[in-house]
């Protein structure tokens, strides 16, 4: 996958629930089954949405911080997984972005 793509974005809360497993486990897991290009999941330091709740981690133990779900492939796919995990996002945002896929050779000599 080279050139231009999509990137979802998705962010969410880190102790959102799916089924009884947090919702960043799900929406991965969700991802790969629908043979999404690649994806990973960001913690955030701290945050705030629509709510206007400033969230931040309170010691090692908490779970209450922001988290972002990141998904890229093609706007086709995208669009097609979209409406499939709109559901599980229930008071998150998505949104897509455009990016550059910057491709990329397994052992590559570094430049001197």
Do not use: C
Request: proline share 6%; glycine share 8%.
């Amino acid at each position: 996958m080279n050139g231009t793509n999509k990137m979802l974005m998705i962010f969410i809360d880190e102790a959102d629930q799916w089924r009884n497993i947090p919702l960043y486990e799900a929406l991965v897991d969700k991802l790969a089954r629908m043979e999404v290009a690649g994806a990973t999941v960001l913690a955030g330091i701290t945050g705030y949405g629509t709510q206007g709740r400033i969230q931040k981690r309170r010691g090692p133990a908490t779970n209450d911080r922001p988290v972002a779900v990141l998904a890229v492939d093609s706007e086709d796919k995208l669009n097609e997984v979209m409406p499939k995990l709109r559901p599980m996002v229930r008071d998150g945002l998505m949104m897509t972005l455009d990016v550059n896929v910057v491709p990329h050779s397994v052992g590559a000599v570094p430049v001197q």
